[in-house]
């Protein structure tokens, strides 16, 4: 069994496997039928916990819910491990420090899969990246752009570029540069010649800061032909992105994130069956 930390621990063939048991994700009726998998949310988790619980319990599984601030105690994680795994099938963290989620897997012989940590979201990208797949044919050869701050988004951004091989660049203030990434300073720069723009929201003490690399519905007409923009939920209109764009076609649209179910059945029955 293997756990799913960071997809640059994978090859883009094992990551591809994952969207090819997505795309015939009905033979997995009953997968889980008699398993139990413990996930640690934070209550503040909407759409990440609630794809993971639906598909768990889509697939005949069990959910047992903690809050991450459990895993912070006093008693050492590998003693906390040492008893889950007699119990646990599989474990879902989101937790900042991915050093815990290193711990936890090195102490279980059961997965642990990553649910967002302050460094990458795995989950997320793999969903983002298999809805790409659908709807862009060179969706590899793409493109990408990455508007933001330094930040898990953008780092779990860079990760994604690495394993899958794709081209990434950023476009930011230098001081708030993604390391080891191609930057623009200038964003009509930047989006000249993408295909794929993303953002993340943004905290509200650097805002001032980014008010020239709102991406506009205008700017995405810079981009690519056939061009498309996906931000980061939680988005916030007038900050990152302006009304118009999340409101034109360039958006890839809610629906886009349906995927995100199918995308973390697949990475379970992944991982539980290598």
């Not at 988004?153 to 994604?160: M, T």
């Not at 061009?227 to 409101?247: H, T, W």
């Not at 973390?264 to 290598?274: D, L």
Request: net charge negative; charged share 25%; proline share 4%.
């Amino acid at each position: 069994m293997k756990s799913f930390l960071r997809l640059t621990d994978f090859t883009k063939e094992e990551l591809t496997e994952i969207f090819e048991i997505a795309d015939s994700i009905d033979r997995y009726e009953g997968f889980l039928h008699g398993k139990t998998i413990v996930m640690f949310f934070p209550a503040s988790s909407i759409r990440t916990r609630v794809s993971f619980e639906k598909g768990i319990y889509l697939l005949g599984g069990q959910t047992i819910l903690f809050d991450p601030a459990t895993l912070d105690k006093k008693e050492d994680i590998v003693d906390v491990c040492g008893y889950l795994q007699n119990w646990a099938d599989a474990v879902v963290v989101r937790h900042k420090d991915i050093g815990m989620l290193e711990k936890m897997a090195g102490s279980m012989n059961v997965p642990v899969i990553n649910a967002m940590t302050d460094v990458n979201h795995p989950c997320e990208m793999m969903s983002d990246i298999y809805s790409l797949s659908k709807i862009r044919k060179d969706y590899l050869k793409d493109k990408y752009l990455f508007v933001g701050a330094d930040g898990n988004i953008g780092r779990a951004w860079k990760e994604a570029s690495e394993a899958f091989g794709f081209s990434l660049a950023q476009c930011n203030p230098k001081k708030y540069m993604v390391p080891g990434v191609k930057h623009y300073e200038d964003i009509n720069e930047a989006v000249a010649g993408r295909d794929i723009i993303c953002t993340d929201s943004l905290p509200a003490s650097v805002l001032d800061e980014f008010k020239d690399y709102r991406v506009t519905k205008a700017l995405m007409g810079e981009a690519n032909p056939g061009a498309v923009l996906n931000p980061c939920p939680p988005f916030y209109r007038g900050e990152e992105v302006s009304a118009d764009a999340i409101d034109s076609d360039f958006f890839v649209g809610y629906e886009f994130k349906n995927n995100l179910l199918r995308v973390q059945q697949a990475i379970i029955i992944f991982c539980m069956t290598h």
